[in-house]
């Protein structure tokens, strides 16, 4: 179970990773949802880490 956990998680990073380059190629990125992205894939690397 907890590899199905962790590849969970990593799809969800590399999903988050995705949205992110795409806010970063937009002409105008939100600075704000930037950091939030940046935040949550941060927090899922460190629970990837611990499991």
């Keep these: 179970m907890q590899s199905s956990h962790v590849a ?3 799809a969800k990073h590399a999903g988050l990773e995705a949205k ?3 806010e ?3 002409p105008s990125p939100d600075i704000a949802m930037i ?3 940046k935040r949550q894939k941060l927090k899922i690397k460190e629970e990837i880490a611990h499991a």
Excluded: S
């Design 8 to 10: 969970a998680l990593k």
């Design 35 to 37: 950091q939030q992205l």
């Design 24 to 26: 970063q190629a937009r």
């Design 20 to 22: 992110l380059h795409d």
